[in-house]
């Protein structure tokens, strides 16, 4: 086998046995890089509720919370309440949460949801197992062997030698110019 056919076979080989990771890592780096602006891993909805609630917080008890909990289709999804003053109490759910004030029953009802699928590839982006580090760890080698085959396919004005140095400096002036605005 010659050195150019290895190198057609590793990248094309390379490249079709990473496309699942590298989908999933770049559609999760696209969910984490705009946490300012969401929540990538869970959806928060958030409603006004009014409860039917004594105003004295003694009186309050587990029957009281699940009979105002099944008037808005929450039944069996109690997990506990506490009060975290004197003139509130919060509900806490299975998936979520309802704070509200004990003298007219007004509050706040939020539903957490994990996103699917996004919830997964988020945590496999954010907190490896100690078998995904290493399995990140080779993928980050095929990468390296992707983008180093990757120069050498195309040949004379389009290969590296013509138009592709230019591609590749142009390609590394983005992560440069961060690096040195750190």
Same mark, same amino acid.
């Given at each position: 086998?010659?050195?150019?056919?290895?190198?057609?076979?590793?990248?094309?080989?390379?490249?079709?046995?990473?496309?699942? &990771?590298?989908?999933?890592? #770049?559609?999760? *780096?696209?969910?984490? @890089?705009?946490?300012?602006?969401?929540? !990538? %891993?869970? /959806?928060?909805?958030?409603?006004?509720?009014?409860?039917?609630?004594?105003?004295?917080?003694?009186?309050?008890?587990?029957?009281? &919370?699940?009979?105002?909990? #099944?008037?808005? *289709?929450?039944?069996? @999804?109690?997990?506990?309440?506490?009060? !975290? %003053?004197? /003139?509130?109490?919060?509900?806490?759910?299975?998936?979520?949460?309802?704070?509200?004030?004990?003298?007219?029953?007004?509050?706040?009802?939020?539903?957490?949801?994990?996103?699917?699928?996004?919830?997964?590839?988020?945590?496999?982006?954010?907190? !490896?197992?100690?078998?995904?580090?290493?399995?990140?760890?080779?993928?980050?080698?095929?990468?390296?062997?992707?983008?180093?085959?990757?120069?050498?396919?195309?040949?004379?004005?389009?290969?590296?030698?013509?138009?592709?140095?230019?591609?590749?400096?142009?390609?590394?002036?983005?992560?440069?110019?961060?690096?040195?605005?750190?």
């Amino acid at each position: 086998m010659t050195c150019r056919r290895l190198v057609l076979v590793l990248h094309r080989d390379l490249g079709y046995f990473f496309t699942g &990771v590298i989908m999933l890592y #770049a559609v999760s *780096g696209l969910a984490v @890089n705009h946490v300012d602006q969401w929540n !990538p %891993s869970f /959806s928060v909805d958030r409603r006004a509720v009014t409860l039917d609630l004594p105003t004295d917080r003694s009186l309050v008890t587990e029957e009281i &919370v699940a009979e105002n909990l #099944a008037r808005l *289709g929450e039944t069996g @999804n109690l997990r506990g309440y506490d009060f !975290p %003053s004197a /003139s509130r109490v919060k509900i806490y759910l299975k998936d979520g949460s309802i704070v509200a004030r004990l003298r007219d029953g007004r509050g706040e009802y939020e539903s957490i949801r994990r996103r699917p699928l996004l919830f997964e590839a988020n945590s496999l982006h954010l907190n !490896p197992a100690r078998w995904w580090r290493v399995f990140s760890d080779v993928f980050a080698v095929g990468l390296i062997v992707i983008a180093a085959t990757g120069l050498f396919i195309a040949r004379g004005s389009q290969g590296l030698a013509g138009r592709g140095k230019w591609l590749v400096a142009a390609g590394m002036i983005a992560p440069l110019a961060a690096m040195l605005a750190l």
